[in-house]
């Protein structure tokens, strides 16, 4: 499994960014992908997670009511809509995915596959 996160960018605090996750190979199973971020200095954080068979996403406190998580099943590629987006969301954003069906989506040991990173870089 292949994944390939494009998007990110430099953009000024308040503009909106949406970020894309291609995923090829093994395609047999499905379960779930996510978006997860790290800053300079700090910890790998979960941002995002949606399910691929339901109608079932999750968001970090930090960016519910302004990101998006999206998915084209037909295309296999998670879509993260970012609005508003503020100086604090400057990271590496990389898509995720498990090998099996997980239940906590928020923690990243439990993907197995991960793309490459995308820089965001939010100016103030």
């Known amino acids: 499994v292949q994944l390939q996160a494009s998007g990110g960018g430099l953009v000024q605090a308040g503009d909106s960014l949406t970020l894309s996750c291609a995923r090829s190979?093994?395609?047999?199973?499905?379960?779930?992908m996510g978006w997860f971020r790290q800053s300079p200095g700090k910890e790998r954080e979960f941002v995002a997670a949606?399910?691929?068979?339901?109608?079932?996403?999750s968001y970090a406190d930090s960016v519910k009511g302004r990101f998006t998580i999206t998915k084209d099943t037909g295309k296999n590629t998670v879509y993260l809509q970012m609005n508003n987006l503020k100086p604090e969301d400057t990271a590496v954003y990389y898509c995720?995915?498990?090998?099996?069906?997980?239940?906590?989506?928020?923690?990243?040991?439990?993907?197995?596959?991960w793309g490459q990173g995308t820089l965001v870089t939010v100016s103030s």
């Open positions: 190979g093994r395609t047999s199973s499905r379960y779930s």
């Open positions: 949606i399910r691929w068979t339901v109608d079932s996403t």
């Open positions: 995720a995915a498990p090998r099996s069906l997980i239940y906590d989506l928020t923690r990243g040991t439990n993907y197995d596959y």
